[in-house]
């Protein structure tokens, strides 16, 4: 059975911080990793990942996977009250085309 | 495009009561996935139809919770009985060709008392 598994469950930083979310999966026929923000209604797509070291960025937002050691990790910079959210780590895999959702980070900031 | 729409978006019944959830896709996507959240279990997939034909319902609970699609415009998922520990966020998502690019509706909170 597919399994994600985010770190840490939740995290409180003050604003302009740094942080950095964990992801780390076991998937049978692994195809893309990806990343979701949720505020208080459905989550929204930030990045996906299919391939080592390549970093995604957007904004303040960066994310990179390593497929070796089946983790991703996502960076946010100079964080803001906005960015705090529920983030969330999928994965996907060839053959059942299912989303397997990890449990996600909460993520506040405070001002 | 209004996104993908869900009704209602609370509901609240008591137990042994049928529920019965709806989801509109976004218009030309030819997947569509049924969600429930939980805080202790996160998102899980329920079941997922591609071109209206149910494709993927192991994640369906039990009997008691069944879904349909019977065109390409309108889903829907039905509990019955209800039971409080159905109590969750049931999300709709939709897309087309890439599994990876899944649009959510907002949600449907249902509380069973």
């Known amino acids: 059975e597919d399994k994600v598994v985010q770190s840490p469950l939740s995290l409180v930083v003050h604003e302009g911080d740094t942080v950095t979310l964990n992801c780390s999966y076991e998937v049978t026929n692994f195809r893309s990793l990806l990343w979701y923000k949720q505020e208080k209604k459905a989550p929204t797509f930030l990045f996906m990942l299919t391939s080592s070291g390549i970093e995604k960025k957007s904004g303040r937002l960066s994310s990179i996977l390593d497929k070796k050691e089946l983790f991703s990790i996502l960076n946010i910079t100079a964080t803001q009250t906005g960015d705090s959210a529920v983030y969330l780590c999928?994965?996907?895999?060839?053959?059942?085309?299912?989303?397997?959702f990890g449990t996600g980070t909460r993520l506040t900031i405070i001002p | 495009d209004a996104g993908v729409i869900q009704s209602p978006r609370h509901e609240v019944t008591e137990m042994g009561q049928e529920v019965t959830l709806r989801c509109k896709p976004i218009?030309?996507?030819?997947?569509l996935f049924w969600y429930r959240q939980t805080m202790m279990r996160g998102l899980e997939l329920l079941i997922y139809f591609n071109n209206n034909v149910p494709i993927d319902d192991s994640g369906m609970p039990e009997d008691r919770f069944s879904a349909k699609m019977p065109n390409a415009s309108f889903s829907t998922l039905k509990i019955q009985p209800s039971e409080p520990r159905d109590s969750a966020v049931y999300f709709c998502?939709?897309?087309?060709?890439?599994?990876?690019?899944?649009?959510f509706g907002p949600g449907t909170r249902l509380l069973v008392l």
């Open positions: 998502a939709s897309t087309t060709g890439a599994r990876e690019t899944q649009y």
């Open positions: 999928a994965v996907i895999n060839f053959g059942n085309e299912k989303l397997t």
């Open positions: 218009s030309g996507h030819n997947s």
